[in-house]
């Protein structure tokens, strides 16, 4: 079904963890009836299954015992991957995690049918690849995955929490960086002259960068004969994957969507690049207009990303921090590290990373046809604004958009946030693309009445305005 549903409910809140996210109806099709909570209500569990009910997803059997909405999808024996967006344990500006990461109650109700679509069969995974310095368990126990897994465990359900990533790093007494947990478990997966990033000459792709990482990380990737990124086994193996992104701003890409939450696939971070050094007119991104102030920077922070010495580092971030002042005095642009409405780096990682999920089989070999099934549901309960993903100010919104195609799923988030979507690179330039859009007509479908992105753009500014976007991207969006 090509069809995207909106559901807004202006009361909308999560269930508190202690809750187990449990339903507050015992609904005809719900399989643990005796597992409901006590709470006044849950509206997240209610709005993702009336998404499913206006989708009309096995709309014969609804109100029935028998009710399958995702049957269409899940069949008996699939492994299903469910993709929350888990990108931080903590939340620098006022520890609101809501904001920052997709709420297990939404995750809840998801699972919840995949289980009747399974019928006692098959396999769960829940997994992300949060950034490297995020603690997994931390942000799994803060936010309450530990007891949904554990919970669904003791009913005898195979569902597992997973950390895709290969390695984490920190730094250790003597203030060295270390990777630990080497797992080596991700496959790399070539695309070749399928990526994005094909038409790059050597030069070019010698100034790909990735922020805070060693300068020449992503030539074991990128190089004119190859483009591969390192991928979750657990992603390859899944017949199906539910993506659930917590949309919000981003520094790099305009906004956290569908199409963005699938850089949380990648088993190496070192395998995505983020922007390409040099102005804009030097046939970079990192920033709009040529500034001697900020090339130092930029060799600054390579000499900086290249070393384990956490003095040293420190040492390099005094002298970045001076050219930095300077920087901004020599010039009339404030962008550094791609972190504005000009990067073209970012937006061709998201789209070689959604080509790898739609049409790589499970050995990683690039495929002419779809090799699994994908559902989008965006958890924009609360979303972030302001400096995402990593800083964001939570957003009281209250609505949960579900669809199978990622394009037009984001482009009902940007309308949402009060965005013209065709300023959005990873949007706008997946539009062009067969592998991910068709020009089918598409309908909105909706609780409240709107059929259009311009009418759904007007409801969102007068119902919560236009979310505040990162400093790079405001003058623009």
């Not at 499970?362 to 995402?388: C, S, Y």
């Amino acid at each position: 079904m090509k069809d995207i549903c909106l559901v807004f409910n202006p009361n909308a809140k999560y269930m508190n963890k202690e809750e187990f996210f449990f339903p507050t109806q015992r609904y005809p099709e719900y399989m643990f009836c005796n597992d409901i909570s006590h709470a006044q209500s849950n509206e997240a569990y209610d709005m993702v299954r009336e998404g499913f009910h206006l989708l009309g997803y096995d709309k014969d059997n609804y109100g029935n015992t028998c009710w399958n909405p995702l049957g269409h999808i899940i069949k008996e024996g699939h492994k299903v991957l469910v993709k929350p967006n888990m990108v931080m344990d903590m939340n620098p500006v006022d520890d609101n995690m809501e904001c920052m990461v997709t709420s297990p109650t939404i995750v809840k109700a998801l699972i919840d049918y995949v289980l009747i679509a399974l019928k006692g069969t098959g396999q769960i995974i829940i997994g992300d690849a949060p950034v490297q310095s995020c603690n997994f368990v931390n942000l799994t126990q803060k936010m309450g995955y530990d007891k949904l897994v554990d919970y669904y465990n003791s009913k005898g359900y195979d569902v597992k929490l997973v950390d895709f990533r290969d390695y984490k790093t920190q730094y250790n007494n003597s203030g060295v960086l270390e990777i630990v947990g080497v797992s080596n478990k991700g496959v790399c997966v070539n695309i070749g002259e399928k990526s994005a990033f094909a038409t790059f000459t050597k030069n070019k792709l010698d100034k790909l960068r990735i922020t805070n990482y060693p300068a020449d990380c992503l030539k074991k990737y990128h190089d004119e004969k190859k483009h591969g990124y390192c991928v979750s086994p657990y992603v390859l193996e899944a017949d199906v994957v539910i993506n659930m992104p917590k949309p919000k701003t981003h520094r790099k890409a305009g906004i956290t969507g569908a199409l963005k939450n699938l850089v949380g696939i990648t088993a190496d971070k070192m395998c995505l690049p983020h922007h390409t050094l040099g102005a804009k007119e030097d046939s970079g991104d990192e920033y709009k207009q040529h500034n001697i102030a900020k090339k130092w920077l930029a060799n600054l922070w390579d000499y900086r990303n290249n070393s384990d010495s956490l003095m040293f580092k420190r040492i390099l971030n005094y002298f970045a921090l001076g050219t930095h002042v300077l920087s901004r005095m020599l010039g009339t642009d404030k962008y550094t590290e791609g972190s504005w409405y000009g990067n073209d780096t970012i937006w061709r990682t998201i789209l070689d990373l959604n080509r790898i999920l739609l049409f790589c089989d499970k050995k990683g070999n690039l495929q002419p046809n779809k090799q699994r099934k994908v559902l989008n549901i965006a958890d924009m309960i609360v979303a972030g604004e302001k400096e995402g993903p990593l800083l964001p100010n939570p957003k009281q919104v209250g609505c949960i958009v579900i669809g199978e195609n990622p394009v037009e799923v984001d482009k009902v988030i940007a309308s949402c946030m009060g965005y013209d979507w065709s300023k959005i690179p990873t949007i706008s330039e997946a539009m062009k693309s067969d592998m991910l859009y068709s020009k089918d007509e598409i309908n909105i479908i909706t609780n409240i009445n709107i059929e259009s992105q311009v009418k759904l753009k007007l409801f969102a500014l007068e119902k919560w305005g236009k979310f505040i976007a990162s400093s790079g991207w405001e003058k623009w969006l």
